[in-house]
């Protein structure tokens, strides 16, 4: 855990909520609106998987991502976690025509949801969805691989997929992880052991030599990194 920083909450199973809820619902109110493809990918997302809440990164994360892709200039986006795609849509609406995303899940599932919905959108030839465990298709590809990787996927291997993202990212690269505040547990006094990773990552993060890392408290917490030109 972090020395410098007060530990206040108990860890609890309860879903992720790290800022006021009337904040949050204003902060989100107050990004630029989805495309018709990603509206409706949430909200098909939400009447077909119970776990929608927990697991989709929604509205003002999805527009940040769009943002962060189109102003880095990234034309070769990772996207690790696709659950029903819309981190994946959402940075393909941020690249180039010819920019290109791959999108890993261990769940073949994942794939037959995104499908209509990339097939409904003109960014959606973009997006390539790979099923397989990311901690074992990381490691087979060529350093500098991507200019850009959202990191979303199992919790408990934050630290190790930190080191992995690191070698494939191109210099100026960005990577961006959700969840790093996990609910606020990652100041708890008794963390879970996912809370010990995000934690963990989050120490990493902030102290790699050759990059410029933001903590940001939006929804459950975002971590932008530069990699250092
Ligand atoms: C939080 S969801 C991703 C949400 C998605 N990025 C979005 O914005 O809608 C996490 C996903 O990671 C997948 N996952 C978990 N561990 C994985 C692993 N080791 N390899 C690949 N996918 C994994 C899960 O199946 C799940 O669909």
Redesign the pocket.
């Known amino acids: 855990m972090s020395d410098s920083v007060t530990k206040k909450t108990k860890e609890s199973k309860a879903p992720k909520q790290f800022l006021d809820v009337d904040i949050a619902q204003y902060c989100e109110a107050h990004c630029s609106s989805e495309s018709t493809e990603l509206a409706a990918l949430a909200a098909f997302t939400a009447e077909k998987r119970a776990d929608y809440q927990v697991?989709?990164?929604g509205r003002s994360v999805g527009q940040l991502l769009k943002l962060l892709v189109a102003l880095s200039g990234a034309k070769r986006i990772l996207?690790i976690?696709?659950?029903?795609g819309?981190?994946a849509l959402a940075m393909a609406e941020g690249a180039p025509q010819d920019g290109k995303v791959i999108t890993?899940?261990?769940?073949p599932l994942?794939e037959t949801f995104a499908a209509p919905f990339l097939a409904q959108s003109p960014h959606g030839h973009k997006v390539t969805c790979v099923t397989?465990?990311?901690?074992e298709w990381l490691p087979e590809q060529a350093a500098s691989s991507f200019d850009f990787i959202f990191l979303?996927?199992?919790k408990h291997?934050y630290p190790a997929y930190l080191s992995a993202c690191w070698r494939l990212l191109s210099p100026g690269g960005v990577l961006v992880a959700d969840n790093v505040l996990w609910g606020g547990h990652v100041v708890s006094e008794q963390p879970s052991s996912r809370a010990q990773a995000v934690d963990q990552f989050n120490q990493l993060a902030g102290r790699l030599p050759d990059a410029t890392a933001v903590c940001l408290p939006l929804r459950d917490g975002v971590m932008v990194l530069r990699k250092n030109c």
């Not at 976690?81 to 029903?84: L, P």
């Not at 890993?104 to 769940?107: E, K, T, V, W």
């Not at 397989?132 to 901690?135: D, L, R, S």
């Open positions: 697991n989709l990164s996207d976690g696709t659950f029903t819309y981190s890993l899940d261990a769940n994942s397989c465990f990311a901690h979303d996927a199992d291997r």
